[in-house]
C-alpha cells in the first residue's frame, strides 16, 4: 500500500525533514490502530499491519522527496531516487495492471503460478524475478487475446514457455499496453529499438510508468536469458513428446534441476529456512520473541544467497529453490581453476602460485561460507572436476 500525500508548500525542503515526518506519521497512524486492535509495527520507512491473516506494508510517499533524495547524496536515506520511484510509482501501477489482466482471463493467476513455479524449480530465483515472469504471462495473454483468447491455466503455461523458447530478447522490446496508455513517443520509440540497444536493458519489458524498462532494469541477465529458453525448448519437447504428462506436479517433478552440474552443494537446515516445507502441516506463523507481532518477510536463504553473490560473484553462480530451499547449489566461472594472471583489480580470493600466476582459492572461498551460515547452514559438500 502506498500513502501519497497532497503536494504543498509546507513540506520542507529538507530531505531529512521529510523523513522524520514521515516518521511520526506512522507512529500516529500505529497509534490509532492498535486503539482498533489492529497489529501494527513501525519501520524508518514503512509500517507493517497485519489483520485478518494478512499482511500488509504501507509506504508513505511525498512528490518532491524523490528530487530531494536524488540531490542530496551526503545524506542516508533507505534506498535511492529511482528505487523510491519504483516502490512508490512504478510498482503499484504495474499491479493495477495485472490486476486487470485477472479481471479479463480467468486463467491469469494460475498460470503465473505455475510459471513461477517452474521458474523456481530450476533453482533460478536469484536470477529471474517474479515480475519478470508476471510481465511475461501478461505479455502473452495480450497477445493470445487477439487470436486465440487463453481459456485455461494449462494452455497459458505452455504458451508462454513457446514464447520464452522463440522470443529473441536482443531484437526486440515487448511492450505491454491493455489500455492504451503507452505514449505515441514511446511507441515511437521502441520502434528504432536496434538503433539503441546497448541503453536497454537484457530483457526490455514496457509498460505504462515503466517506459524505460525498470522492473527488469536488473536482471535478468543475458546468460539467464539463454538459459530460460534452453529450458522452457526441453520442457516444451517433453511435454510433445510424451515424456512430460501435462499436468502441474508431473511437470514440475520432471524438470527439477539436478545435483549433478554444481561443483559446491550447500545443504541448508530445513528447521532454519522460515519456511513450512511439510504439505502435510497448516501454515504456520513466525513470531518475535516476546512479541504476538509474526515476522514478515523472513527469509534467511534468501539473505543467505544474497550475500554470496555479492560477496563472490565473481567467481560462481549460485542457484536454489525459493519454494524449497534445502539446497543451494554452486556453479564455478572457473571449474578447472585455469591459472591467469594478477591483476589489481581483480586480486581478491586468489594464490599465487610459483610461476606468478594466480588461481582461486576455493578453500577459504568454502570456508567463508561456512562462516557466512553459521546456524544455517548443515554441510557443504565439494565435488572436484
Not at 127 to 147: G, M, Q, R
Not at 183 to 204: I, V
Not at 285 to 296: D, K, L, Q, T, Y
Not at 302 to 320: M, Q, S, T
Amino acid at each position: 500500500m502506498v500513502c501519497h500525500f497532497e503536494m504543498s508548500g509546507k513540506w520542507p525542503e529538507d530531505i531529512r525533514a521529510i523523513l522524520r515526518l514521515k516518521a511520526a506519521f506512522y507512529l500516529a497512524l500505529k497509534e490509532e490502530l492498535e486503539s482498533m486492535h489492529i497489529l501494527a509495527k513501525v519501520s524508518t520507512d514503512f509500517l507493517d499491519i497485519v489483520r485478518n491473516g494478512f499482511a500488509f506494508r504501507l509506504r508513505c510517499y511525498v512528490p518532491k522527496e524523490a528530487k530531494l533524495r536524488s540531490t542530496n547524496i551526503s545524506f542516508w536515506a533507505p534506498g535511492t531516487a529511482e528505487e523510491l520511484r519504483i516502490q512508490t510509482e512504478i510498482l503499484p501501477y504495474t499491479a493495477s495492471l495485472l490486476l486487470g489482466f485477472t479481471m479479463l482471463h480467468v486463467a491469469f493467476p494460475l498460470t503465473v503460478r505455475y510459471m513461477k513455479r517452474w521458474v523456481h524449480s530450476h533453482n533460478l530465483s536469484l536470477y529471474v524475478p517474479d515480475i519478470f515472469t508476471e510481465l511475461v504471462v501478461a505479455h502473452v495473454f495480450e497477445k493470445s487475446a487477439k487470436i486465440c483468447p487463453i481459456q485455461t491455466a494449462m494452455a497459458g503455461f505452455v504458451r508462454t514457455l513457446s514464447f520464452l523458447g522463440t522470443f529473441d530478447w536482443d531484437l526486440f522490446p515487448v511492450l505491454i499496453d491493455l489500455n492504451d496508455e503507452l505514449s505515441t513517443e514511446t511507441k515511437e520509440q521502441y520502434s528504432r529499438f536496434l538503433n539503441s540497444r546497448k541503453s536497454y536493458p537484457e530483457a526490455c519489458i514496457v509498460t505504462p510508468k515503466n517506459e524505460l524498462s525498470q522492473l527488469t532494469g536488473d536482471a535478468p541477465s543475458k546468460l539467464t536469458l539463454q538459459i530460460v529458453k534452453i529450458l522452457a525448448e526441453r520442457t516444451l519437447a517433453g511435454i510433445n513428446a510424451g515424456r512430460i504428462v501435462t499436468s502441474p506436479e508431473t511437470i514440475f517433478k520432471a524438470d527439477e534441476s539436478t545435483t549433478a552440474q554444481y561443483h559446491i552443494i550447500i545443504h541448508i537446515k530445513p528447521s532454519q529456512t522460515g519456511m513450512n516445507l511439510d504439505p502435510h502441516e497448516g501454515a504456520r506463523e513466525h513470531h518475535a520473541r516476546n512479541s504476538h507481532f509474526p515476522v514478515i518477510g523472513y527469509h534467511p536463504v534468501r539473505c543467505f544467497v544474497n550475500e554470496l553473490a555479492d560477496a563472490f560473484g565473481d567467481k560462481a553462480w549460485f542457484f536454489y529453490n525459493f519454494y524449497d530451499p534445502l539446497t543451494v547449489g554452486v556453479v564455478l566461472k572457473n571449474p578447472g581453476n585455469t591459472p591467469t594472471k594478477f591483476s589489481v583489480h581483480k586480486a581478491g580470493g586468489k594464490v599465487v602460485g610459483r610461476d606468478g600466476k594466480v588461481t582461486d582459492n576455493i578453500d577459504a572461498m568454502v570456508s567463508d561460507i561456512d562462516i557466512f551460515g553459521k546456524g544455517l547452514v548443515k554441510s557443504i559438500e565439494v565435488f572436484n572436476g
